[in-house]
C-alpha cells in the first residue's frame, strides 16, 4: 500500500492511497493535470485524514 498527498503548489489538495495498476494510473493522470504527487508514510497519511474530517 502506498500513501501519497496530491499536491497542487505548496498546498495539499488532498490525499490518495491505493496499490496497483489502478493506483499508478491515478498517479499519473494527476501528474499530468499539473499536481505534484508526495509520497509519505501510513503515519503522515492518518494525520491529515483526520485533519480533513
Same mark, same amino acid.
Do not use: C, D, P, W
Given at each position: 500500500?502506498? !500513501?501519497?498527498?496530491?499536491?497542487?503548489? =505548496?498546498? $495539499?489538495?488532498?490525499?490518495?492511497?491505493?496499490?496497483?495498476?489502478?493506483?499508478?494510473?491515478?498517479?499519473?493522470?494527476?501528474?499530468?493535470?499539473? !499536481?505534484? $504527487?508526495?509520497?509519505?508514510?501510513?503515519?503522515?497519511?492518518?494525520?491529515? =485524514?483526520?485533519?480533513?474530517?
Amino acid at each position: 500500500m502506498k !500513501y501519497v498527498f496530491v499536491m497542487k503548489g =505548496e498546498e $495539499i489538495a488532498g490525499t490518495l492511497h491505493g496499490a496497483g495498476t489502478s493506483f499508478i494510473k491515478m498517479t499519473n493522470m494527476l501528474l499530468f493535470k499539473g !499536481y505534484g $504527487i508526495k509520497y509519505v508514510t501510513k503515519e503522515e497519511f492518518q494525520e491529515e =485524514e483526520a485533519r480533513e474530517i
